[in-house]
């Protein structure tokens, strides 16, 4: 089952643009965690935010939750060509207790240099 | 260096040839995981483990066995591949994974891309 669901499914910007993805979530979670990918390799860990919390930060990385709109968006401050690859919001199914991350599909970011 | 490590990275079979998809972690990780990634998809999980000799279904188990008899170790088993089981393939780990839902990231290996013909 897909509990993220990411918006946009693509994006395209130039470098030193901001890009912002969203993703949705249906069920009450316990943390929410952003994930990288580079096309065919392994998924790396970015950023996790608990649902207590309503904003973090990384580095160029910024992450807000609203949990009353079951939402949550990534911002990528001053883009560089390097940050080009996809995207996925992952959470805990906190209703089940079931031990896993669900992921949504996925936002490609295409930076252009 | 911390990491999870599959092999094989690509494998082309055919249908119905067995098959086993090794995943070792060396970050004593008590959870391991395998999921698959398809196009549109996102990525599914199949089978999750929460220590040495506890297994349990993910999503999409069908056609797949796993088994965790050392804590390092979670090897992904294709009795009887089947094209609809041509995927990229993940293995990952996590120190993490409490009862409740509550769970810390995922390392993740680089991944498996598997073709049955």
């Known amino acids: 089952s897909q509990q993220g669901e990411e918006d946009p499914q693509a994006l395209s910007i130039q470098e030193g643009e901001n890009a912002t993805m969203n993703c949705s979530y249906k069920?009450?979670?316990?943390?929410l965690q952003w994930y990288r990918q580079n096309s065919g390799r392994g998924l790396v860990h970015l950023i996790l935010?608990?649902?207590?919390?309503r904003e973090k930060h990384s580095g160029r990385l910024r992450v807000t939750l609203d949990t009353s709109k079951k939402s949550s968006s990534l911002l990528i401050t001053a883009s560089r060509a390097a940050d080009t690859a996809s995207y996925f919001c992952?959470?805990?199914?906190?209703?089940?207790?079931?031990?896993?991350?669900?992921f949504g599909s996925g936002t490609r970011l295409q930076v252009q240099p | 260096e911390a990491q999870v490590t599959q092999n094989p990275r690509y494998l082309i079979t055919v249908t119905g040839k067995k098959l086993t998809v090794t995943c070792s972690q060396n970050?004593?990780?008590?959870?391991m995981s395998w999921y698959r990634q398809d196009p549109g998809l996102g990525l599914r999980q199949i089978y999750y483990?929460?220590?040495?000799?506890?297994?349990d279904k993910g999503d999409v188990p069908e056609g797949y066995k796993v088994s965790r008899k050392e804590k390092r170790n979670f090897p992904l088993i294709l009795e009887s591949p089947s094209p609809n089981q041509t995927s990229l393939y993940f293995c990952?780990?996590?120190?993490?994974?409490?009862?409740?839902?509550?769970?810390?990231?995922?390392?993740f290996g680089e991944g498996s891309r598997l073709t049955v013909l």
């Open positions: 990952a780990s996590s120190l993490l994974m409490l009862a409740g839902g509550n769970t810390g990231e995922l390392f």
């Open positions: 069920t009450s979670i316990n943390n």
């Open positions: 935010i608990r649902s207590n919390e």
């Open positions: 992952a959470t805990d199914d906190g209703d089940t207790g079931r031990r896993a991350l669900t």
């Open positions: 970050m004593n990780h008590e959870y």
């Open positions: 483990s929460m220590n040495v000799e506890v297994t």
